[in-house]
């Protein structure tokens, strides 16, 4: 009886440590849930989700907005479209002048703009120039692209022009053959005389 009792009270405190270092887990477990805080992986993939969507439907929108406003610009400009196909010759004549005014105008005012966006470009670049010099910075000039080929290529020509001494020997004329050649060929005058005068006598 007594081993019994003593057993039941071993077994009685083994289950009270048990239940201690369980409620110790838990609590741990507990804080560690608290640090971790709101923002769950879970939590967090559908706010990403939600955001991603969001962005779209807000893309969406602003492409949308921008057709409609090249809509409406286009067709300010271009004005209503015209019924050809019930027009006279008179309306159509017209009509034809109208656009032709239209875009005449519009050319005009294209110049204008132009002339006014060289201006500009003009006194913004002076502009600069001034600032860096007062900076004590110089803008550097565009340099022309040069390809790095073709200094390769001319050294290897040079190189090779260098290698050829014949190109470098001079061309002399020798004229010891010549002159002979042309003794010979060459008649004195005697004989040319001689000669026509002998046709001559002949005659």
């Given at each position: 009886m007594a081993d019994d009792a003593a057993k039941k009270a071993k077994q009685a405190e083994i289950d009270r440590k048990r239940a201690e270092v369980r409620a110790r887990m838990e609590e741990a477990s507990k804080a560690k849930k608290a640090k971790k805080g709101f923002m769950t992986p879970e939590r967090k993939k559908k706010l990403r989700l939600l955001l991603r969507k969001k962005a779209a439907e807000?893309?969406?929108?602003?492409?949308?907005?921008?057709s409609a406003e090249r809509r409406r610009v286009i067709e300010?400009?271009?004005g209503q479209h015209k019924d050809w196909s019930n027009a006279t010759e008179a309306e159509c004549g017209k009509i034809l002048k109208e656009l032709w005014d239209r875009a005449f105008k519009l050319e005009g005012e294209?110049?204008?703009?132009?002339?006014i966006f060289r201006v500009k470009e003009s006194e913004i670049t002076e502009l600069n120039a001034q600032v860096n010099d007062l900076r004590g910075k110089f803008i550097k000039p565009t340099l022309k692209k040069v390809s790095k080929?073709?200094?390769k290529f001319a050294k290897l020509q040079k190189?090779?022009?260098?290698?050829?001494?014949?190109?470098?020997l001079k061309v002399v004329k020798k004229k010891e053959f010549t002159l002979e050649e042309e003794e010979k060929e060459k008649k004195p005058e005697w004989t040319k005389v001689g000669g026509d005068k002998g046709k001559e006598a002949e005659s």
């Open positions: 807000e893309l969406k929108k602003e492409q949308e907005r921008k300010q400009r271009c294209k110049y204008d703009l132009e002339v080929y073709e200094n190189k090779a022009a260098e290698f050829n001494f014949r190109n470098q």
